[in-house]
């Protein structure tokens, strides 16, 4: 298991993005879109994990409402797994509470699931597993920008 990203809620890419790239050395790895949660995403590359900012694209994102509640700052951590399903299965039978019960994908093909922050120290974990490359592509949702 390893910390695959940290997510962090911005209220600009244009002014978090500067930041980071002072602190890390280099630019965003990849710049994306994800419709589905209404973000655009800058991922940096940070050894073996990633550091993700995520800008609200519509006032309705789930990230506008994070922001609006508790501020700006760390909104998830992402661990990543051998086996998603049989990882939950796990954890759901030990009484953790599951935001999702299957895996679904994620933003880059992978599958991804979310534990309950009320399970979880309040924080907001998602378990992700990724998959083979080449399927990772095409199902791919997202554009980049
Ligand atoms: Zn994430």
Redesign the pocket.
Known sequence: MKIH?L?IAVESLEKAVPIFELLLGHSPDSTKEVRDQKVRVAVFQVGESRI?LLEPSSPDSPIARFIGKRGPGIH?L?LEVGNLQNTLDTLAQRGVRLVHRKPRDGAGGES?AFLHPSSTANVLI?LLEERDRKQADNNQEQRDI
């Open positions: 990203h997510g993700e998830h992402t991804i998602e």
